[in-house]
């Protein structure tokens, strides 16, 4: 059976990754701080997956990570969806007042590419997704009007995590960067 852990699946683009990826031989670790949104998600993937785990942390503190480490324990994962975050999507353009959130994104590019490197020999891929601006809850938080209609879905996010595992283990996506054809924000 494949492992796949999900961080931030309480809703958005977690929960859509995590519905799209549900399969009778997934066992779906699930993170999120919501516990009421992450049962969410666990009801609409349950039916389709072999197991659902719950995982509850706040990876803002090393005691989170550390838990959650401790949680999903030494079996093998098979996926890791690093995608707990907060605020604008930044990871390829700055954007004013944002420097210092701009910058911990990039650093995750430079982060990416040395961990790429170092595991290529363990077959292990890296890949990094760039959405452009999602039409997500986390709008809803950000001061502004934003142009909903503009954004691309959590479920492209999904189709392009879907997209990436599904090539060949000899072949490695490194970066899958998504856009809308309405224009980005």
């Known amino acids: 059976m494949k492992r796949y852990l999900i961080t931030g699946a309480s809703r958005g683009i977690g929960r859509a990754i995590a519905e799209k990826l549900a399969a009778k031989d997934v066992e779906l670790l699930l993170h999120g701080r919501d516990t009421v949104a992450l049962a969410q998600t666990r009801k609409a993937v349950e039916s389709q997956c072999a197991k659902v785990a719950l995982l509850i942390h706040d990876l803002a503190n090393s005691a ?3 838990d959650l480490i401790a949680e999903v ?3 093998p994962i098979h996926l890791l969806v690093n995608n707990a975050g907060v605020a604008v999507v930044a990871a390829k353009r ?4 944002w420097s210092a959130y701009c910058m911990s994104k990039f650093a995750l590019e430079g ?19 760039y959405p452009a601006a999602t039409d997500t809850e986390i709008w809803d938080q950000i001061q502004g009007k934003w142009p909903r209609q503009k954004m691309i879905s959590p479920e492209e996010v999904a189709s392009a995590v879907a997209y990436a595992m599904s090539r060949a283990a000899d072949v490695a996506l490194e970066n899958i960067t998504l856009s809308s054809l309405t224009g980005n924000l």
């Open 94 to 97: 700055g954007f004013p007042n």
């Open 64 to 66: 989170g990570v550390s």
């Open 73 to 75: 324990g030494n079996e």
């Open 111 to 129: 982060f990416s590419q040395c961990v790429r490197e170092e595991l290529r020999d363990r077959k292990i891929r890296v890949i990094n997704i």
